[in-house]
């Protein structure tokens, strides 16, 4: 079990060097640009060709070494459950289910910089997956360890249902954070002396429509993973659907985005007005994930 917890600690401090890394070259760039825009015949070093590229690939190694630690974390977990339950899912408590939520808001945020090569993304995206390992690590120690599962979910459906259905949290997630990217982008646009920040982050376009596909991918997963969930409830509680809060809940955040969806698609909501519908979006996911956990009651209480 200290395997597991000592790696878990190494992803935290890996994806907080990667979080740094990644402000600091946002602001590099941004120097570079006020540079160039005063002609200062320095400016250049500071840009994509210079300082700024040098800390970007610094800030990307860092964080696939972190993701690969991550990685490392959750497969010893998974043979320290299988050794306690006879299950092998290392995200069978709180502690784990966050773990997991950070390792795929950064698997996510990978292969969007590989795709688009935007690394300023990564001041907000990588932010998360940090602040997800933290929360985590301030859970009390119990919450931490690999304890014996309790018997109704000591079953193969938690492989299916909870990894879907905190998957698609991690690309809600992401699309969060894509939001608060762009009304970051549109403020720093809007005023004058932060215009040099402006030019170092995406055109508001691109972060609009990267959020929108990231909510793309949640969607269908975590309508997935309610079904899953519902199949799981008949098989150990005899009924479908019980009204459970996290059941509630999860069936609320699903119809936010629902609405996002069809605003998008019917009323054509892009923009500021997506991304802070987004950002709202992300809040009630984080309640579903963890408010309901410590505050409601219910069939779930042991999540």
């Known amino acids: 079990m200290m395997k597991s917890l000592f790696l878990f600690d190494m992803t935290f401090w890996l994806y907080l060097a990667a979080f740094v890394l990644y402000v600091v070259y946002v602001f590099v760039r941004r120097t570079g640009s006020q540079l160039v825009a005063a002609g200062h015949p320095g400016g250049e070093s500071f840009e994509d060709g210079g300082w700024a590229s040098q800390i970007g690939q610094v800030a990307t190694i860092i964080t696939i070494f972190g993701w690969m630690v991550n990685t490392a974390a959750l497969v010893a977990r998974a043979m320290e459950r299988m050794a306690n339950s006879g299950t092998f899912a290392p995200w ?3 502690f784990e289910a966050m773990a997991y939520v950070s390792w795929a808001i950064i698997l996510g945020y990978v292969l969007l910089e590989l795709r688009y090569r935007i690394k300023t993304i990564g001041a907000f995206v990588v932010g ?5 390992m933290g929360a985590a690590s301030l859970l009390p120690y119990r919450y931490q360890t690999a304890d014996p599962l309790v018997p109704a979910l000591n079953s193969y459906w938690i492989y299916i249902h909870v990894s879907v259905t905190l998957t698609s949290y991690a690309a809600f997630a992401m699309a969060g954070g894509l939001g608060v990217m762009y009304l970051f982008r549109e403020r720093a646009e809007r005023g004058g002396a932060a215009s040099g920040l402006a030019a170092a982050l ?12 990231a909510i793309m991918v949640g969607f269908p997963l975590l309508a997935f993973g309610i079904i899953l969930g519902a199949m799981w409830a008949n098989y150990a509680w005899g009924g479908y659907w019980s009204w459970d809060p996290k059941e509630t809940w999860s069936l609320i955040v699903w119809l936010i985005y629902g609405a996002y969806i069809h605003a998008r698609m019917n009323r054509g909501w892009e923009g500021r ?8 979006g992300f809040l009630m996911v984080i309640f579903c994930f963890w408010g309901v956990n410590f505050l409601l009651s219910g069939l779930h209480a042991y999540a």
């Open 92 to 94: 069978s408590n709180q």
């Open 273 to 280: 007005r997506a991304a802070l519908y987004a950002i709202f």
């Open 202 to 213: 995406p055109d508001l376009e691109t972060i609009d429509e990267l959020g929108y596909k």
């Open 128 to 132: 998360l997956g940090f602040i997800a």
